[in-house]
């Protein structure tokens, strides 16, 4: 395991470093905001872009910005999302398109629409923005909605008063975000409670089916917000977000890291919960020589490397989107996509958490990071298909052979 660490280790910052060295070589092709202009509006001519404020103006009066020129601060769950607004001389949006985003496209897909983005057309920059009320919310991208909608008005409220001279109110209500991230904190919070209750005492362990069942319908259904090997790309590429769900997620996926390693994939992840209740259906499991197992077990470094090695360089983390429990959750994904969380479902029949064993990013992930810890020396029922003393990078801390 050792030498994996250092080898993924070095992967990720030779990657990192490729990338930023290219980038410099290479530089990004800037927006070509004009042609997005004669794309959203054909029938006006606008004027060469102007400055304080940055926006284009039309011999009708109608002026165009890009929102990430007024408001650079709005991020989503993985960055800007930089529009292109028109707005009339009386204050409403008369064109918008997308320039670009760093959202997973499986939860945004509807998000980047025509037929949704015509439903902002005629919205007055003096409306709240609020999510189901002024602007159609999507389900499985809230806070994507939510930080579009910010930009949206902040921008807008900007260029309106700036430029067209319209006073806009500047201390209405702010754009709430969703109250999901307390959801996943008392999640978390109860899980990991009980998590340090089972190793003092088996008397709690039936509770754990409790939280795989509550990851499933609150992670999984309700939020949709899965721990994913996309956070930590963008983490490495320097793409925060200001979403409280995403902080939430990070920081207590990392506390529990550091104090209990694989804590997560054995109490909250909605994919391991689905494969682990699958495997538990009566069929005889198919008897895999040890020296196998460990050779396929081995794979998910290997697809962690190489994937981080596209993504790092590149820089685009959509090349990293492989992860089965994304297409799941988000309800979306291609034919290749499904197929894969078809196959990883269903062959929890025979070997247990397949996915988790084989294949998952985020458990070769939380695998390197997990500390040395005794007192598990693994057993037959071990959900995840342990053999005895196995390495503390494979143990998923459901806590049912601890010994203190």
Not at 67 to 89: C, E, F, H, Q, W
Not at 148 to 177: C, F, H, P, W, Y
Not at 220 to 235: C, E, K, Q, R
Not at 264 to 276: D, K, Q
């Given at each position: ?74 991020r ?65 991208a ?5 930080a579009?909608a ?13 430029v ?58 309700y ?54 209740f699958i495997?538990?259906?009566?069929l ?36 990293g ?18 197929s ?38 693994s ?21 049912r052979?601890?010994?203190?």
């Amino acid at each position: 395991m050792r030498k994996i660490r250092i080898v993924l280790f070095i992967t990720a910052l030779a990657a990192i470093l490729a990338g930023y060295a290219l980038r410099t070589v290479f530089p990004e092709r800037k927006i070509d905001e004009k042609a997005y202009l004669k794309e959203m509006l054909p029938e006006l001519k606008f004027s060469e872009k102007k400055q304080n404020p940055p926006h284009y103006r039309a011999d009708n009066g109608i002026i165009a910005f890009s929102t990430y020129d007024i408001a650079p601060s709005v991020r989503g769950y993985a960055g800007p999302i930089k529009l292109l607004l028109a707005l009339s001389p009386d204050g409403r949006i008369a064109g918008i398109r997308i320039l670009e985003h760093q959202e997973t496209k499986n939860y945004v897909h509807y998000m980047e629409t025509p037929e949704y983005l015509s439903r902002f057309i005629g919205k007055d920059v003096r409306d709240q923005f609020r999510i189901d009320r002024d602007i159609d919310g999507i389900s499985r991208a809230t806070v994507s909605v939510e930080a579009m909608a910010k930009t949206m008005r902040d921008s807008s409220r900007s260029i309106a008063s700036g430029v067209l001279g319209i006073e806009t109110v500047t201390n209405g209500k702010r754009i709430s975000q969703s109250p999901g991230w307390i959801s996943y904190l008392l999640l978390f919070s109860s899980a990991f409670s009980f998590y340090l209750l089972t190793r003092r005492s088996k008397r709690f362990i039936r509770v754990r089916d409790i939280f795989l069942v509550t990851g499933i319908l609150i992670i999984g259904l309700y939020l949709s917000s899965p721990f994913s090997i996309l956070h930590v790309f963008n983490l490495l590429l320097l793409r925060s977000s200001s979403s409280l769900l995403w902080l939430t997620i990070i920081l207590t996926t990392f506390i529990s890291l550091v104090l209990a390693g694989r804590f997560y994939c054995g109490w909250l992840c909605p994919f391991g919960a689905l494969s682990e209740f699958i495997g538990r259906i009566p069929l005889k499991k198919w008897d895999i020589r040890p020296e196998t197992d460990d050779q396929w077990r081995s794979l998910k470094y290997l697809f962690l490397g190489l994937i981080a090695a596209v993504v790092l360089i590149s820089r685009k983390v959509e090349f990293g989107n492989y992860e089965t429990y994304v297409t799941l959750f988000s309800f979306n994904g291609t034919y290749l996509a499904w197929s894969l969380v078809v196959i990883s479902t269903l062959a929890n029949l025979r070997i247990e958490r397949f996915w988790c064993r084989y294949l998952c990013p985020v458990a070769a992930f939380t695998g390197l990071l997990s500390r040395k810890a005794g007192g598990y020396p693994s057993r037959k029922d071990c959900p995840i298909g342990n053999r005895p003393d196995p390495l503390i990078s494979e143990c998923i801390r459901c806590n049912r052979c601890y010994r203190s």
